[in-house]
């Protein structure tokens, strides 16, 4: 366990933590040659330890954008694979592109037969470029909908992960009707008789992620964010400085917790301490079977009941005063 | 349904009642001139108004509010306000430089409006339509829990009442300062978009300048028909966004209407001066209550098409 | 009459009527000078009519294609416009691209409302360009599709007119998988629950033309052709020649007349003599009579029928035997 | 429908009766050495038949006639050709440097088959399937009438069985000789699928070296899955026409296997000895009798998928 968390690159509010690391593993290469230093080797471990616990109790907004969006932390081709090793992945939109920053299709999971889309951001740098930093074109929204029309017409019910930034905003993506694209998304989502469930992961970014976002039940990681625009833009339009970021990660309320609050998420999924990324296939674990207990919840409806329960559940999301 | 059935029904709706704004009118705020945008000519506000806010030189299209806008699509009278009274509430307590609920009063006082989009029901040429108009000059037009609950419920009104939709947007996009709420605007209202679709609704979208983000992603891109006006911008990112992310110069008519009709994003470009011919053609056009039916109840041509307003008349020459 | 009749430009085949007319004309311009010579212009001016008529009834298949390619030949939108000045396009397939060789819209035809579409060539080198000489792109082939559903939704009959070399046989139209884009179209029209009335105007080429050709009713002008695989395509692949052209024309059986002993289309409507670029009014008068005529029946059948009428009629064809 | 139902009804049917052709077998055209198209290597040819036609060196993908491709993805025997008898006529008494008939009959002869497809039903991994394989071989796999009309019954069974349905195509196109009627042969193929479709069907197309035009416009292209083989040319126009007309070189990857993946064309490209494994695991995975069925019949999950034959083992440990 030891071994594997060292690989882990620390984040900037974990350098605590890092610093005792070092420190012990300092007095841990002393120990042949001076064994009493084994009293002062247990007392840092303590520290570490409780340290360590305080440190992901009092996590600021801010903390939790740093693991969300950690590099190491687990993609959706990660999930797919550990839940599945024979998971079929199905590609393009048949009109010109496949895009690798949206990630779909066949996927068994705890014995449930489903159609599964998700994000992907990439790990290495090749990675990372082919897959544009997780941020999907109008074409892959297109992709995610024809498997969501596939999944619709054999009744094979939906998972997506949602870790991104956002949609891409560039040229050919505007020019390819990058508003359009997300828009008949949310339209169709709407009018599956499916049950969907989705997960953020990751980053939820704004329209880029509300388009494969409209399920019937709607998860979050413990650490995954989510928000009608990157806090960084928050930040530039709302202060005009870049400073601020902390503070529009704050007011935008944003972290798994807050959107529970607010109503707008079913359920927030524990990680492992620390973040996913420290341990892969327990996260996996632990997110698969919220997933199929969901699922089976779901499964249980008729089709008819599965769209109203959709539609009824975005239908009342708002908050307004009539006179 | 008949336009007269809806305005009996109407009448016993007792929060309607308490609603009707006839007729309409506000003060303006433009002072006595105004120096055009694109040709730098200096027009006489008054003037330009009754020209529908285009410079009668170089025809660019000023934006135009909600109220405006509204009197220049609607039969005069005829606009019946729904949903008069809804106000924001502030979920998340937002605070920025200033406390939401201050930039809420400011906003209001400035446009004059209670919030960024007006929805009713109106007659074009004598047909019911459901129509709504944003207005940028509130908050920028966005879209924050009230532009989506009007929105969606001027859809569920035409999904009842079996009548065309027509929503013209203009909007900066989402209100950040309604976080996740106002996001999922995006979802609520394309969602009653879908069970209007479904029950053969004839949903005319108008983009105008401009029209972008969260708007541009939900509504105004789910037309059957997608009308925008000459010369508004619209997109989904932000021409400062796309060319920071990019590094590289984007082409001047960028985002345009022109380049979007070029690009097969809207149906027609159509100019403010025929926007109403067009769109009472457009709704005589297409029998919404024909929609889904079996074209046997129609008895032959002649019925099937007994709302066809345009009549051929080169056949018969 | 005669004075229109001077600006067409004369076919190869119609040589001999153009040198007639020519001499005519040479004569009337010395008739001031000695009147002798009306009655040689009289006798010229029979031959002339006579021959004319000759000469249109014995049309090879050749003389055929040369008229269906005529330059001025009317296209869709001059049909469109001439039937309803009031035409009202609709441009786009809302994904990036509104293909100019593709044209459709909402048109008002002898008092039936319906859905256009129509391929376009293009008069001008500018406008040839732009239409790139009549052949769509997929993007051409997916606009005419939204515009299919759009009529279905609406109850709307639908017309097309053909008038195609074919798809383009471009680097781009082949990454946006052109073959997918015919065959939806293929696919969905079978499904449509409106009527569809097709007409061959001109060049009816291949899988390009057929790809807006489904229809429960399907008329070619006089003058038209349609065939399987362009005419020199085909001499090129089965002669290996290029002068065989008027060979592959006739051994493909593709003109109006052939086509319908073949039994795959329902009526040959008549064009102005010589061809419908003689007289564009015309020519639109007696099409637009033919369409609303077969459109009025049409409509007398329930949804079911009109699908189920034009599924039959696609199921029918073929020749083989069993056994 | 189960695989033994199918068997007992089709012994009721007269016509099917007699033309059973179990076990598959025919002669070998290829002689006793075989040089590989891309890496040169000379291959005995029996191996490479034992090798399912891919050299063992560079995988390249040899080209399979229909009767083997049928031997590789059916259960041993359990192949039954439909519309054996089928042939072709001359409905244009078409003649070019020879006469249409004529050529039929070389055809016939050099591939040992009566069209350039066979069809039929079979089970793969015990799941019964509509089958058909086109043979490029035989008239360079074109389609005339009877590839129109044996495809088209071939999806008219899937449809009536409520069984999925598998096409490998290899084609050249459509078949000029038969004029018109080989181009309504498209139409009619996709009318068919439509009604398949619109049963809930499965249909599974496989793209092998080469498949092109008219083919590649309708059937080929409009599978629910559409699976490419390893370096199979698929298009529509043919690459030396598209040189001809843009005049420009084409990139040497153009229109293989590999580039349709990139451009999102085809959902996977499945190397010939994975691909009876694939099929069988699309096909259990998809329940074509669930499809347009309401979920609570299913009455929860495990019900829901008990065509299931994967199963996640990771989430157990
Ligand atoms: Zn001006
Ligand atoms: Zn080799």
Redesign the interface.
């Known amino acids: 366990m030891a071994s594997t968390e060292k690989k882990i690159v620390p984040l900037e509010f974990e350098q605590p933590l890092a610093v005792l690391a070092q420190q012990i593993e300092a007095l841990e290469r002393q120990l042949g040659d001076n064994p009493d230093l084994e009293g002062d080797i247990d007392r840092l471990q303590e520290q570490y330890n409780l340290l360590k616990k305080s440190l992901y109790v009092n996590l600021r907004p801010i903390d939790h954008l740093a693991i969300a969006r950690h590099s190491q932390r687990p993609y959706s081709r990660d999930y797919f694979s550990l839940w599945d090793p024979q998971f079929m992945e199905l590609h393009g939109d048949r009109k010109g592109a496949d895009d690798a920053a949206m990630v779909g299709g066949l996927l068994n999971l705890g014995g449930i037969n489903m159609v599964a889309v998700g994000t992907q951001k990439g790990r290495s740098i090749k990675e990372k470029q082919a897959c544009n930093f997780g941020m999907p074109q109008p074409e892959g929204y297109r992709k995610a909908l024809r498997l969501f029309k596939h999944a619709d017409k054999y009744g094979l019910p939906i998972l997506t992960l949602i870790d991104t930034p956002g949609a891409y905003p560039g040229l050919s993506a505007e020019e390819h009707n990058q508003a359009q694209a997300i828009a008949e998304n949310l339209f169709e989502l709407a009018g599956l008789r499916v049950p969907v469930v989705a997960v953020v992961t990751g980053e939820g970014g704004s329209g880029g992620a509300l388009a494969i976002g409209v399920a019937n039940r709607i998860l979050m990681l413990e650490h995954s964010v989510y928000s009608v625009i990157s806090p960084e833009g928050c930040a530039s339009i709302l202060w005009r400085s870049n400073d601020k970021v902390p503070d529009a990660c704050q007011a935008m309320k944003m972290t798994a917790r807050e959107i529970l609050q607010l109503g707008v998420i079913d359920e927030v999924i524990d990680e492992p301490l620390g973040g996913a990324h420290h341990d892969h296939q327990l996260a996996a674990r632990n997110l698969g079977e919220a997933i199929v207990r969901q699922m089976k919840s779901l499964l249980k409806m008729s089709k008819d009941e599965i769209r109203i329960d959709r539609q009824s559940k975005f239908r009342a999301f708002g908050a307004f005063a009539e006179n | 349904m008949d336009l007269k059935e809806w305005f009996a029904s109407r009448q016993k709706r007792k929060e309607l009642q308490e609603n009707i704004k006839l007729p309409l009118t506000t003060e303006d705020y433009c002072a006595l001139w105004t120096q055009c945008f694109q040709c730098r000519e200096l027009l006489y506000t008054k003037d330009l108004r009754a020209n529908l806010q285009v410079c009668p030189k170089c025809q660019y299209h000023f934006r135009v509010g909600a109220l405006d806008r509204i009197d220049q699509i609607a039969d005069p009278g005829s606009f019946v306000e729904l ?1 008069a ?8 307590n ?4 200033e406390a939401y609920a201050k930039r809420q009063k400011e906003a209001c006082r400035k446009s004059g409006l209670k919030e960024a989009v007006l929805t009713g029901i109106c007659a074009i040429d004598s047909q019911p339509v459901a129509l709504g108009a944003m207005d940028f000059g509130h908050f920028g037009g966005s879209m924050g ?2 532009v ?2 009007k929105v ?1 419920r001027l859809a569920e009104e035409a999904t009842n009442n079996k009548i065309p939709l027509i929503v013209v947007s203009s909007s900066g996009g ?1 209100r ?1 300062q ?11 209202t ?6 209007y ?2 029950a ?1 609704g ?1 949903y005319i979208s108008i983009l105008a300048e401009p029209t972008f ?2 708007v ?7 037309g ?3 009308i925008a006006e000459p010369g508004a911008r619209i ?4 021409r400062r ?2 060319e920071q ?2 590094r ?1 110069k ?1 082409p001047a008519d ?2 345009t209407a022109e380049y979007l ?8 470009v159509v100019e403010r001066a025929r926007l109403k011919e ?1 769109l009472s ?2 709704v005589s ?4 209550n ?7 109840d ?1 008895n ?3 019925e ?2 007994r ?2 307003a ?6 018969a ?1």
Request: charged share 20%; no cysteine.
């Open positions: 949903d009274e809804m106000t924001s509430a502030d979920p998340l937002f605070f920025d430089t829990s009230v989506g609950e969606t989402a950040m309604e976080g996740i709420l106002s996001l999922m605007q995006m979802a609520k394309s969602s009653a978009l879908k069970s679709h479904e053969g004839l983000g969260g541009t992603a939900s509504f105004a891109m789910l059957d028909l997608v997109g989904f990112a932000g966004v796309i992310t990019i590289q984007l960028f985002q009709l070029k690009h097969g994003q809207v149906d027609m067009v053609r457009l056009f297409h029998d919404v024909q929609a889904g039916k079996n074209a046997a129609a032959g041509a002649g099937n098409n709302n066809g345009v009549k051929s008349e080169q056949l020459k």
